[in-house]
């Protein structure tokens, strides 16, 4: 506080030639009852002295800025927060392929640097000659990443430096759709329809907990999908998840109609067998149709990634997802 009133202070007195004399008299020399660094007052407190004199100053406590009294008006005088951001004033590019490297070039302070795109925001060392590391798949409908880079210090983001730059996985889901004849929610992703919700699957499949009909136990070669519809293959999954590597944020969220995501539910996943609790508050196991050698293939989207794994049948209990 100390260090801006310094700071303040000298601004009002680099200003002192296009005022009276008196007037910078009783900057240099504040009223009598006042100490020589100004008196830290509210904006309540200001509006309730009396008829201050011309040169009376006192720091904000409510704006915080100098303000000083003159000619039957308050005036506020606020400084510069410092040290001020810079600027990226040029940013190299390296292609690899699955990420982008980014060598920024600054000019200015940089204790940081800030880069926004249209899903995330990361923050990365303002040291020179670092570099930064852009992955180039992002699961946004876009077939490019808007990107702006912005020096930062205690003081704010600087002016942004704006770069596009080639998304290698625009993933395009179409909005939520209803399917006429099943009233099966679902979405197109790419040549699949994936079904947006849990499914209740057909008869004759086992259900190891009765408060959740949605998770099922298979056998080999069961198809617990409705007519015309199928359980996806362990490729289909991976090619779906893959691309989100470690942020599944967007499979995990509800569908809606102003987001990409297919509504991967957060659920407790039990033993089939011994009805444990094998997983808590992970998204559900959905089951694949690949079957090898007394294995089921199951995906299992989390936050934190995912996983495509075998199980030996019937082992975990899995919610159902089809395809079409």
């Given at each position: 506080?100390?260090?801006?009133?310094?700071?303040l202070?000298?601004?009002?007195?680099?200003?002192?030639?296009?005022q009276?004399?008196?007037?910078?008299?009783?900057?240099l020399?504040?009223?009598?009852?006042?100490?020589?660094?100004?008196?830290?007052?509210?904006?309540?407190?200001?509006?309730a002295?009396?008829?201050?004199?011309?040169?009376y100053?006192?720091?904000?406590?409510?704006?915080?800025?100098?303000?000083?009294?003159?000619?039957?008006?308050?005036?506020?005088?606020?400084g510069?927060?410092?040290?001020?951001?810079?600027?990226?004033?040029?940013?190299?590019?390296?292609?690899r392929?699955?990420?982008?490297v980014?060598?920024p070039?600054?000019d200015?302070k940089?204790?940081?640097?800030?880069i926004?795109?249209?899903?995330t925001?990361?923050?990365?060392?303002g040291?020179?000659?670092?570099?930064?590391?852009?992955?180039a798949?992002?699961?946004?409908?876009?077939?490019?990443?808007?990107?702006?880079?912005?020096?930062?210090?205690?003081?704010?983001?600087?002016?942004?430096?704006?770069?596009?730059?080639?998304?290698?996985?625009?993933?395009?889901f179409s909005?939520?759709?209803?399917?006429?004849?099943?009233?099966?929610i679902?979405?197109?992703?790419?040549?699949?329809?994936?079904?947006?919700?849990?499914?209740?699957a057909?008869e004759?499949?086992?259900?190891p907990?009765?408060?959740?009909p949605?998770?099922v136990?298979?056998?080999?070669?069961?198809?617990?999908?409705?007519?015309?519809?199928r359980?996806?293959s362990?490729?289909?999954?991976?090619?779906?998840?893959?691309?989100?590597?470690?942020?599944?944020?967007?499979?995990?969220?509800?569908p809606?109609?102003?987001?990409?995501?297919?509504?991967?539910?957060?659920?407790?996943?039990?033993s089939?067998?011994?009805?444990n609790?094998?997983?808590e508050?992970?998204?559900?196991l959905?089951?694949?149709?690949t079957?090898?050698?007394?294995?089921?293939?199951?995906?299992?989207?989390?936050?934190?990634?995912?996983?495509?794994?075998?199980?030996?049948?019937?082992?975990?209990?899995?919610?159902?997802?089809?395809?079409?």
């Amino acid at each position: 506080m100390k260090e801006r009133s310094t700071i303040l202070f000298s601004f009002l007195l680099f200003g002192c030639h296009l005022q009276s004399i008196s007037f910078c008299q009783n900057i240099l020399h504040p009223a009598k009852d006042h100490k020589e660094t100004p008196q830290i007052l509210s904006q309540a407190d200001i509006e309730a002295i009396e008829k201050p004199a011309d040169g009376y100053w006192v720091f904000n406590s409510t704006t915080g800025c100098l303000n000083y009294y003159l000619k039957g008006h308050w005036h506020e005088l606020c400084g510069t927060c410092l040290p001020r951001p810079g600027i990226v004033k040029k940013m190299n590019v390296a292609d690899r392929g699955k990420y982008y490297v980014l060598f920024p070039e600054t000019d200015g302070k940089c204790e940081k640097i800030l880069i926004k795109t249209q899903d995330t925001s990361l923050e990365f060392s303002g040291n020179r000659g670092d570099s930064i590391i852009l992955q180039a798949s992002r699961p946004i409908p876009s077939e490019t990443l808007d990107v702006q880079i912005y020096c930062i210090t205690s003081c704010g983001e600087g002016e942004p430096f704006t770069l596009k730059l080639k998304n290698r996985f625009p993933l395009k889901f179409s909005p939520v759709r209803k399917d006429s004849t099943t009233g099966i929610i679902y979405r197109q992703v790419g040549a699949l329809r994936w079904m947006a919700q849990d499914w209740t699957a057909s008869e004759g499949v086992q259900r190891p907990l009765p408060t959740r009909p949605d998770i099922v136990t298979l056998k080999a070669g069961q198809n617990p999908c409705p007519p015309s519809w199928r359980l996806p293959s362990e490729k289909e999954w991976y090619a779906l998840l893959a691309p989100f590597e470690d942020n599944l944020k967007p499979l995990l969220e509800t569908p809606q109609d102003n987001n990409i995501g297919l509504g991967f539910s957060l659920n407790n996943m039990y033993s089939a067998e011994v009805k444990n609790l094998v997983g808590e508050g992970m998204a559900g196991l959905y089951w694949s149709s690949t079957w090898e050698k007394n294995k089921n293939f199951f995906a299992s989207p989390r936050p934190s990634g995912y996983l495509l794994v075998p199980e030996e049948a019937r082992k975990v209990g899995a919610a159902v997802r089809c395809v079409q």
